[in-house]
């Protein structure tokens, strides 16, 4: 099973401010996933990594706000731009292993003031 | 598109009550079904599976089983313990996707 290092575990962070969101995975992997869990609710998908390829977002999460970087096959990082309190969320990072098991890290904790 | 409805909480139950937490999806195709687990301050793991109709995915206890005809993927337990407390999350694969289509989750807490 892939083991997932994601930091920071929390922040609090100033409106207007970035973040940026830091995944490490223990093995290489193809597909890298960014999950938004807003308060009380599910796991929304923000995009999928690709390394040496652009991310592909969904409906709703847009590059200039949410810029992702995938340098190699073991990181990628998330970044949280020009944040306001709407995106205080649980950040996750999620790889695909081993055919159709997904791993999950431990998630960002951010609270936007 | 493809959506999960899971049954809301949150759950509560003594230890060794039966627990049923229901899930229902709609997706094209005949999707692959999870169930996800998520305990206090860790990370969502896999608790189960199941691929395809009549499947039976388990797990500590845990079953669930992939009824087509009625496009649920219940997850039951006999005997709940006070470590089973966490949030639940029923979840499909669809297709060529490779993401995952949440529920909202569910959280249990079990008494002792």
């Known amino acids: 099973s892939a083991v997932i290092s994601q930091k920071p575990s929390r922040d609090i962070c100033q409106r207007g401010t970035s973040l940026t969101i830091q995944c490490q995975v223990d093995s290489q992997v193809t597909m890298m996933f960014w999950y938004r869990q807003q308060p009380g609710q599910s796991l929304t998908l923000i995009a999928t990594?690709?390394?040496?390829?652009?991310?592909?977002?969904e409906s709703g999460f847009v590059i200039d706000k949410f810029p992702i970087s995938r340098p190699n096959l073991t990181f990628s990082t998330l970044t949280v731009s020009n944040m306001s309190p709407e995106d205080s969320s649980i950040y996750l990072c999620?790889?695909?292993?081993?055919?159709?098991?997904?791993?999950f890290g431990s998630g960002t904790q951010l609270s936007v003031l | 598109g493809n959506s999960v409805t899971q049954m809301e909480g949150p759950v509560t139950l003594s230890e060794e009550a039966f627990l049923t937490i229901n899930c229902t999806y709609t997706?094209?195709?005949?999707?692959?079904l999870f169930w996800y687990v998520q305990y206090p301050g860790e990370g969502l793991q896999l608790l189960l599976k199941a691929t395809k109709a009549d499947d039976k995915g388990s797990n500590k206890g845990f079953e669930a089983t992939y009824r087509k005809e009625t496009t649920s993927f219940h997850l039951e337990k006999g005997s709940v313990q006070v470590s089973d407390s966490a949030v639940y999350f029923c979840a499909l694969r669809s297709g060529s996707a490779r993401q995952l289509t949440f529920g909202s989750g569910t959280q249990l807490t079990v008494l002792p």
């Open positions: 990594a690709n390394q040496g390829s652009e991310a592909t977002y």
């Open positions: 997706a094209t195709g005949y999707p692959s």
């Open positions: 999620s790889v695909e292993d081993q055919g159709e098991k997904l791993f």
